[in-house]
Each structure stands twice: as C-alpha cells, then as structure tokens.
C-alpha cells in the first residue's frame, strides 16, 4: 500500500471513506489535481458497511443500483451475486473502488476528526484530530453519512452484565458465535429485522426485546444470473438517466395516479402482486401512499393482514401488528423471513412497550413483568440520525460560531449543502438534501459532481471563498420543513424527526420533494453562478489578510 503524504497543508480534506467520500476523493484529486487528505475513523473504506457487519447485513436497493454510475468500465466489470447486495459484497466492492482508483494513498485510517475551525483571517480550515496532529486545508468535505453516529441507550446496569453485549454498528469483523447461546435483542428496526431470522437460526434461544412493532415487506431476494446482470450492463445509460431524475434515485414506474383511483379489487390485485414480487418499488409507484392517510391505511392495513397470515400464534401476531403509525412513517423495512421466525419454538417476543426494560443485571434483562437469563445482548438501537454525525465534530465556522449551537433548533443548510457562518464547507448528503429518502450511491454522486464543480469554477475565476447566504439558507430551509409537514412522515416518533434521541427538536431535515427536483434546483443554482451564494475574490480576501496581520 503506497505511503501517505506527510503534508500538514491541502487543498482539501475530506472526512469520511463510504460512496460519498470516496467519491469525492476521486474527483478532487484525479478530475481537478487537488491536494486531498481524507480522514476515516474506520480501520478501511466502506463507512456503513464497514461498521455494520452483523448477521444478515443486507441493501434494500437492488444491487445493480448500489453502485457508483460514474465509470463506465467499473459499471461492466463488477458482477453482483444477487438481487439485494450482502454487506460483505458491498464492503467488496467499496474496496475494489479503492484499489482500482488507487484512492488508499490519500486516506488517513483509524483517524476519528474531533474539530475543524475556520481561520478567518486566512481563509482556511484547520482540521483537527482525535490523535491530536492538525492540518489546514482551503476546503473542507464532510462525508459522514446520515447514520453513522451510534446510540446504544443507557438503560440501567447496562455494563453491569456479565455475558457478553454487541452493538450491531459495531459488530466485530470476526463475527460473533451465537451457537447455543441464550441470546437477547434490543431493537425492530432495520438491523433488528434484518439480523433476528440470521441470529434465530444460530442461537439456543433468541429472545427479541421490542418497543415498537414496524411494517416490513418481503425481500425476495434470490441469486441471479449472470444472463440478468448482463441485460441490465447494455441498458445501463438509459436506466441511470431515468433514476436521476426520478423522485427516489431508482428507475421505478412512479405517477400521479393515486392508490385510490383503483377500485377494491383492483387495489387488492395490485398489493398482492408487489407483495409476490417483493421489494419496495410497488409502494413507490404511487406517492399518495406518503401523503394521504385514505391511501396510506389501505397499504397499511394490508400488510398487517399479511403480519397476520405469517404469524401463527394469534397472540404473538397482535404484538407485530404496527398499529401506532402508518407504513413508511418510520423507515420502512424489507426482510427475509422476519415475522416467520417468530414460529420457531426458539425464538420469544417480548413486549416491552408495555412492560418496559428495567434494569439491565449481571444475568441478563429485567422487565417490568419478568427476567431473562441471557449469554449474549445484542442492541440494534439505531443512531443519532443526519444532525447526530455533525455534532461529534466541533466544527466553529466565522467569529467561533458553533455548527452545534447554530442547529440546536434544527438543521440549517442551503441546498443541504453548505452552511452560512461556515465559509468553504460542504456537506456531502447534508441535512436539507434527499440523503436518506434517496438512492444513497446516485445522490453522493450527485453532491461530488456538484461540489466539485462549484471548486473549478471558483479556480478558474481566482477566487477563494465561497459562503451560503443567510437568506438563501432561510428560504430553503423553510421550504424543506413545509414539504415535510404535508408527509406522513412528521406522525410517527422515529428517528427521521429526531423522536429517538432525547431533547432532540423535532424536525425532519430532508428534502422530500424527490431527487429529480432536488438535482434540478442544485443545476439551476449553479446555471445562475450560484444564486444564493457569496462567491468572495482574491483581491478581497488578500486585503482582508493584510487588514488582519495589521490588527494583530
Ligand atoms: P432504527 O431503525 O432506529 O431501530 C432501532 C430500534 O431500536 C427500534 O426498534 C427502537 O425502538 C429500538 N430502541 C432504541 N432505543 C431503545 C431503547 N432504549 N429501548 C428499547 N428499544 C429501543 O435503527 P436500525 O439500526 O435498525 O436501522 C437504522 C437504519 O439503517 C434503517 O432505517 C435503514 O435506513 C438502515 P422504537 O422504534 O424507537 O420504539
């Protein structure tokens, strides 16, 4: 592996090593010849899905999506295995990218970013690390995804237990051995979902701790052949062109038809194809199901009724059945076997919504109706979403301004990407973007061409300093709330508006009007040189250092 450079001054750094971040890499250092350091805390590349390696860590995008559409040879001559792509494969694929981009030889691994302050008077980021070293770079890129900031919640005597405990985002690379253990899980979201039929299948006993019963649909997956993949490889330019400008990132049908314009019949018909065929893309095709409740109950009240069919203890299926909000309010879900692994003798749900976790004790857990001996907890408990990875880093932009304090009412970014106060700072996937609503590869595209863009074009005009109006951040920080509070998705506590985290202001920071519009305005703001940004000059800013030296 080539050396690192051992400069402490760059044209940019770049914090984080997942699709954003690589990416991003790549462009400013192969596409524009920039100086780039880029910090990962991880011990490789991947973000996501190098942290996240725990049984049964699986895409729920189609896998001839979740990869990156801007190299045309790499899109050939990746062959993925299956419909959905395994975490293992991806981490595979991540790597490849690195390796066949030579993009090692700019990352800095192991290497958490604990500050980053902006130097006025030299208009210049300083960068500071958890290990102590400093480096200054002109920009700085943060790619450090929505769902990166870990939360595993203090319940009482929670290091008191005597087995052993894993978080499923921080699952060890080696695996664990769950063969004849007595294990228990806390958490039905994703992870939980994804990881309770794996873990069933390995442990003496699984016992699922769950609060919130969540709506999730079938996988399907299954291994395809080469023959599929390569039919997809001769169509790929029209199927990237079409999911760019779709609302969701991939090449689905989608209409203005609404769900209720079908009669009963129909609807039924329709459900139960999408439900053989799997996956999300028949919910996709009608947006009224995130909109309108009438529509939103008619999908929502389908899949409990196949909740129902799944599970054969009728007492078990009424503790599954979603019923405090609508489908998709919460992240929806897709899963392989999930509600029928509650019909193995040995797995157990427990009901902790009414009978709370207590106490966490040497033995195991304790609820407010029992106790459970365990050997193993395993916490799928989510993260400290899109606001909670900005604020592990102390980021002080002009006059000392805190990011943290500045977004202590909720997240204010322009275009979701740059903050005003936070002079030559972007933020990949950012909170105002599509980020989570989206195909997660093609937006991270989309931010890196944008992004780098914005940097050539400052380049060729000599100029330094590029900074998001406040008023500008204002309009279109409204303009993302008042999109979100016609959605379903302000009537549910999840993690999208922040209900997981305590204190946390309730406030869903993504762009819901579709990453077609959202690519449309980001292209229209740079067509009109950057509306709603100060793009400031040398002269000035070389003015304003001999001011400052002066003052000094
Ligand atoms: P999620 O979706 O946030 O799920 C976390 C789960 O953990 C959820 O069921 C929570 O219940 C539960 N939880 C969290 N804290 C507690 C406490 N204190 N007690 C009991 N249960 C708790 O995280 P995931 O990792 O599964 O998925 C995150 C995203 O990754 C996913 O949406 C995809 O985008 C990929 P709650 O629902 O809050 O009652």
């Given at each position: 592996?080539?050396?690192i450079?051992?400069?402490t ?11 954003t971040g690589l990416?991003?890499?790549r462009?400013l250092?192969?596409v524009?010849?920039l100086?780039v ?11 996501t899905?190098?942290w ?7 895409c729920?995008t189609d ?16 062959q993925?295995s299956?419909?959905?792509p395994e975490q293992p ?6 790597n490849?990218v690195?390796d066949?981009?030579d993009?090692?030889?700019?990352i800095q691994?192991?290497t958490?970013?604990?500050?980053a302050r902006?130097l ?5 980021w300083e ?6 070293e400093?480096?200054?770079a002109?920009?700085?890129?943060t790619a450090i995804?929505?769902l990166?900031a ?5 319940i009482k005597?929670?290091?008191?237990f005597?087995?052993e405990s894993?978080y499923?985002n921080a699952?060890?690379h ?5 063969v004849g253990?007595r294990v228990?899980?806390i958490?039905?979201?994703?992870s ?10 390995q442990a003496?006993?699984l ?6 019963p ?6 399907r997956?299954?291994v ?8 997809i ?5 029209a ?8 609302p969701?990132?991939y090449?689905?049908e989608?209409?203005d038809r609404?769900l209720?314009?079908?009669s009963a019949e129909?609807?039924?018909e329709y459900?139960?194809?999408g ?6 893309e028949?919910v996709?095709?009608?947006q ?11 999908v ?14 009728p007492e078990t299926?009424?503790?599954l059945v979603p019923?405090?909000h609508p489908?998709?309010s919460k992240?929806?879900l897709?899963?392989?076997n999930?509600?029928e ?5 040995n797995?157990?749900?427990v009901d902790?919504r009414?009978?709370p ?5 040497p033995?195991g857990?304790r609820t407010?109706d029992?106790?459970?001996?365990l ?7 989510g993260?400290d979403a ?8 102390d980021?002080?932009g ?10 202590a009412e909720?997240?204010k ?6 903050s005003?106060?936070?002079?030559n700072l972007f933020m ?6 599509p980020?989570v609503?989206?195909s997660?590869?093609l937006?991270?595209?989309?931010h ?5 863009a ?10 330094s300093?590029i900074?998001?109006e406040?008023a500008?951040?204002a309009?279109w920080?409204?303009h993302?709330?008042?999109?979100a509070?016609q959605?379903?998705f302000?009537?549910a ?12 202001p309730?406030?869903f920071?993504?762009?819901v ?7 449309a305005k980001?292209?229209e703001?740079?067509?009109?040189g950057y509306i709603?940004f100060t793009?400031?000059?040398r002269?000035?800013?070389?003015q ?5 030296h002066?003052?000094?």
């Amino acid at each position: 592996m080539a050396a690192i450079a051992k400069s402490t001054e760059f044209d940019a750094v770049v914090i984080g090593a997942g699709f954003t971040g690589l990416y991003m890499l790549r462009r400013l250092r192969d596409v524009l010849g920039l100086s780039v350091r880029l910090y990962e805390a991880g011990g490789g590349v991947g973000g996501t899905w190098y942290w996240n390696p725990y049984p049964g860590a699986r895409c729920d995008t189609d896998s001839y999506m979740y990869n990156y559409s801007f190299d045309k040879d790499l899109l050939q001559e990746w062959q993925w295995s299956g419909r959905y792509p395994e975490q293992p494969e991806i981490l595979r694929y991540l790597n490849h990218v690195a390796d066949r981009f030579d993009l090692r030889r700019n990352i800095q691994f192991d290497t958490r970013v604990a500050a980053a302050r902006f130097l006025e008077g030299k208009s210049r980021w300083e960068i500071e690390t958890e290990r102590g070293e400093k480096v200054v770079a002109q920009f700085l890129i943060t790619a450090i995804g929505a769902l990166s900031a870990g939360q595993v919640p203090a319940i009482k005597g929670r290091d008191s237990f005597a087995g052993e405990s894993y978080y499923t985002n921080a699952w060890p690379h080696g695996g664990v051995d769950l063969v004849g253990k007595r294990v228990g899980v806390i958490g039905t979201g994703s992870s939980g979902v994804q990881s309770i039929p794996v873990m069933a299948a390995q442990a003496r006993h699984l016992y699922v701790f769950q609060r919130t019963p969540n709506f999730s649909i079938p996988a399907r997956h299954q291994v395809m052949d080469r023959e599929f993949f390569q039919d997809i490889k001769t169509r790929y330019d029209a199927i990237w062109e079409k999911s760019r400008w779709s609302p969701s990132g991939y090449p689905f049908e989608s209409s203005d038809r609404s769900l209720l314009e079908l009669s009963a019949e129909e609807r039924r018909e329709y459900l139960e194809r999408g439900w053989a065929r799997g996956g999300f893309e028949f919910v996709y095709a009608f947006q009224d199901i995130f909109l309108d409740r009438r529509a939103n109950d008619i999908v929502s009240e389908f899949i409990r009724s196949k909740i129902r069919e799944a599970v054969k203890d009728p007492e078990t299926a009424e503790k599954l059945v979603p019923t405090d909000h609508p489908f998709a309010s919460k992240r929806p879900l897709i899963d392989t076997n999930y509600f029928e692994t509650y019909n193995r003798d040995n797995v157990t749900l427990v009901d902790i919504r009414h009978f709370p976790i207590q106490e966490i004790t040497p033995k195991g857990i304790r609820t407010a109706d029992s106790e459970y001996e365990l050997d193993i907890i395993v916490f799928a408990t989510g993260f400290d979403a899109i606001t909670g990875p900005f604020n592990r880093i102390d980021i002080r932009g002009r006059g000392g301004l805190s990011l943290k304090e500045k977004w202590a009412e909720g997240p204010k970014a322009y275009l979701g990407l740059a903050s005003a106060g936070f002079p030559n700072l972007f933020m990949m996937t950012g909170p105002g973007s599509p980020s989570v609503l989206h195909s997660y590869p093609l937006c991270s595209e989309q931010h890196a061409e944008w992004i780098s863009a914005v940097i050539e074009h400052m380049r060729e005009r000599g100029v330094s300093v590029i900074e998001a109006e406040a008023a500008a951040e204002a309009e279109w920080v409204t303009h993302v709330n008042e999109l979100a509070e016609q959605t379903l998705f302000m009537l549910a506590d999840s993690w999208y508006v922040g209900a997981n985290i305590p204190g946390k202001p309730r406030v869903f920071p993504v762009y819901v009007g579709g990453g077609g519009a959202y690519r449309a305005k980001c292209d229209e703001v740079a067509a009109m040189g950057y509306i709603g940004f100060t793009i400031g000059d040398r002269a000035a800013d070389l003015q304003k250092l001999k001011h400052d030296h002066q003052m000094a």
